[in-house]
């Protein structure tokens, strides 16, 4: 089937984000542009030229496309890539995948797999990296913020003329400095105590957050498995500083339709940012 296609504005530029996402059967999350994917639940084809893929925990919904993705750039010749995953399940992903590559036969698949912790980072190129931080979920669960570094001329040079500033240059002088921006923050799956621990997430431009309960009768169901109701977020909606709001991973026990209407109602009137969604019925 085919993926949600998002195009929203950043300060980095028109970023695509392509994905489906539903609690239970698969979050897969990709940005075509940077080859990335942030969970891997299904496989797709979409998936295979994505060379990172990031995995928040261990649950099937999250992991399920992960071997498909390391078996078709293996088969179809499309280079090593890069797996990052949580710390505390690194060894058993690894098994996974090397117990795959046997069961097909073939060489292992030439995945490097790079283990990560709360607090830790991964540059996936030079002017991009990841810091991951822990999730409220009942399983050990990483999310992840991108951060992009871009230069840009000093304020107090900005009046001279470009040779001016190319001969100040070349003789050593400091002409640039160093901006970070948080373009995205993915939450994964995830409690509302993400949002008390980690609320730099809702100064990313865009926040990837799931909801995955929106009835009264669910909210105890949202706390006991470490899943955002609406009611959670709901009280958060005047902290968020995000230009663009993601939501992700409803319920199987919500038609989308439905989740869609009470997103009209209760949640958009009260944004200043825009409101998507990648909410998907994978066939
Ligand atoms: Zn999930
Ligand atoms: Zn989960």
């Given at each position: ?20 996402s ?9 940005l ?5 994917a ?9 998936l295979p ?11 099937m919904?999250?992991?399920g ?20 995953v ?7 992903v690894?098994n ?15 995945i ?6 709360d607090?830790?980072?991964y ?22 913020r ?7 001329l ?11 500033i190319a001969r ?5 002088e400091?002409?640039t ?5 948080d ?14 621990d980690?609320p730099e997430?809702l ?5 990837l957050?799931?909801?995955s309960?929106?009835?009264p ?10 899943h955002?109701h ?7 909606v ?8 993601v ?18 109602e209760?949640?958009r009137?009260?944004l ?12």
């Amino acid at each position: 089937m085919n993926l949600r296609r998002l195009q929203i504005e950043t300060t980095w530029g028109a970023l695509t984000l392509a994905g489906g996402s539903r609690a239970g059967e698969g979050t897969l999350i990709l940005l075509p542009q940077l080859h990335l994917a942030l969970d891997a639940g299904r496989p797709h084809r979409a998936l295979p030229p994505m060379s990172t893929v990031v995995i928040s925990h261990g649950h099937m919904d999250h992991l399920g496309g992960v071997a498909y993705w390391a078996s078709q750039r293996f088969l179809q010749s499309m280079g090593p890539a890069t797996l990052v995953v949580p710390r505390p399940i690194a060894a058993e992903v690894e098994n996974l995948l090397a117990t795959h590559a046997r069961l097909e036969g073939g060489r292992p698949y030439p995945i490097d797999l790079v283990p990560v912790d709360d607090g830790g980072t991964y540059s996936f190129r030079r002017d991009m990296e990841l810091i991951f931080f822990s999730t409220d979920h009942w399983v050990p669960t990483l999310g992840a913020r991108l951060r992009w570094r871009r230069h840009h001329l000093l304020p107090a040079l900005a009046d001279l003329p470009g040779e001016e500033i190319a001969r100040r240059r070349l003789a050593g002088e400091t002409v640039t400095e160093e901006l970070t921006i948080d373009l995205l923050a993915y939450c994964a799956d995830s409690g509302p105590g993400l949002l008390r621990d980690h609320p730099e997430v809702l100064g990313a431009e865009v926040l990837l957050i799931e909801c995955s309960f929106y009835r009264p009768a669910d909210r105890e169901r949202a706390a006991r498995f470490g899943h955002m109701h609406l009611e959670d977020l709901l009280p958060w909606v005047d902290r968020l500083g995000c230009r663009h709001l993601v939501l992700l991973h409803p319920s199987r026990r919500h038609r989308l339709r439905e989740v869609e209407e009470i997103l009209d109602e209760r949640l958009r009137p009260h944004l200043d940012c825009s409101l998507h969604h990648l909410m998907v019925d994978w066939e």
